[in-house]
T-cell receptor, first 112, second 116 residues
Framework: KQEVTQIPAALSVPEGENLVLNCSFTDSAIYNLQWFRQDPGKGLTSLLLIQSSQREQTSGRLNASLDKSSGRSTLYIAASQPGDSATYLCAVKDNYGQNFVFGPGTRLSVLP | GAGVSQSPSNKVTEKGKDVELRCDPISGHTALYWYRQRLGQGLEFLIYFQGNSAPDKSGLPSDRFSAERTGESVSTLTIQRTQQEDSAVYLC??????????????FGQGTRLTVV
C-alpha cells in the first residue's frame, strides 16, 4: 500500500528565503506526482505535475524535482513571500489504482 | 465550466439526517474523485469515477455513504443517517481521465459539513 510522508510538518521562515519541502513515497511504481497548496478553509490549488518519466518541473518561483527510484520529490520555493503561506501537499498516483494518495502536508509560514 | 464547482459550500445538519453533496467537474473531464478532510488532518480518499462507473469505491467508510454520477458530469455524494464523526470538508476533483492518465487533478473549494 502506497504511503506518502512530508517533512517538515511545519516551517516558519522570514520573507525572501529560499526553501525546500520534502515528499517521500514508499512504492516507486508511480504514474505521476502532483504538488498542491491549500489555504485555510479552502480547496486545493494545483502547483506542479511531474510525470513519472520526468525529473523536474518549473513554474515561476517554484521548482519540483522527482527521484522515482529513491521515492522522493522536493518542492523548491525561491525568494519566499508572505503570500506563499499555506499548507503544501504532495500526492502520487500509482500504477495500480486511479486515486491519488496524499501526504499530510507541510504548513508554511512566511513572515514579513 | 471554468473549474470544479461544489455545492453547498457549507452545510449544517442534525445528527441522523441525510445529506447530499454535489460536484460539477470541469467540462470534458471523465475522471472524478471524492475526498474527505477532517479538521487538521490529511485527505482521505472516498471514491473514484471513470465516466459514470465507479471502479474504486474502496474508500467509502461505511454503507451510509454512497455516490453516483450521471451523464459523465455531475456527481452527488450522499450520506445517510449522518453522525458527528462525518463532520469534515468534502472535496471533489476531476481530471481528463483514462485516456490521459498523466494529467492534472483540479479540486473544487469543498463542502464543509457540520453534524450537530
Amino acid at each position: 500500500k502506497q504511503e506518502v510522508t512530508q517533512i517538515p510538518a511545519a516551517l516558519s521562515v522570514p520573507e525572501g528565503e529560499n526553501l525546500v519541502l520534502n515528499c517521500s513515497f514508499t512504492d516507486s511504481a508511480i504514474y505521476n506526482l502532483q504538488w498542491f497548496r491549500q489555504d485555510p478553509g479552502k480547496g486545493l490549488t494545483s502547483l506542479l505535475l511531474i510525470q513519472s518519466s520526468q525529473r523536474e518541473q518549473t513554474s515561476g518561483r517554484l521548482n519540483a524535482s522527482l527521484d522515482k527510484s529513491s521515492g522522493r520529490s522536493t518542492l523548491y520555493i525561491a525568494a519566499s513571500q508572505p503570500g506563499d503561506s499555506a499548507t503544501y501537499l504532495c500526492a502520487v498516483k500509482d500504477n495500480y489504482g486511479q486515486n491519488f494518495v496524499f501526504g499530510p502536508g507541510t504548513r508554511l509560514s512566511v513572515l514579513p | 465550466g471554468a473549474g470544479v464547482s461544489q455545492s453547498p459550500s457549507n452545510k449544517v445538519t442534525e445528527k441522523g439526517k441525510d445529506v447530499e453533496l454535489r460536484c460539477d467537474p470541469i467540462s470534458g473531464h471523465t475522471a472524478l474523485y471524492w475526498y474527505r478532510q477532517r479538521l487538521g488532518q490529511g485527505l482521505e480518499f472516498l471514491i473514484y469515477f471513470q465516466g459514470n462507473s465507479a471502479p474504486d469505491k474502496s474508500g467509502l467508510p461505511s454503507d451510509r455513504f454512497s455516490a453516483e454520477r450521471t451523464g459523465e458530469s455531475v456527481s452527488t455524494l450522499t450520506i445517510q443517517r449522518t453522525q458527528q464523526e462525518d463532520s469534515a470538508v468534502y472535496l471533489c476533483a476531476s481530471s481528463l481521465g483514462r485516456r490521459a492518465r498523466g494529467t492534472e487533478a483540479f479540486f473544487g473549494q469543498g463542502t464543509r459539513l457540520t453534524v450537530v
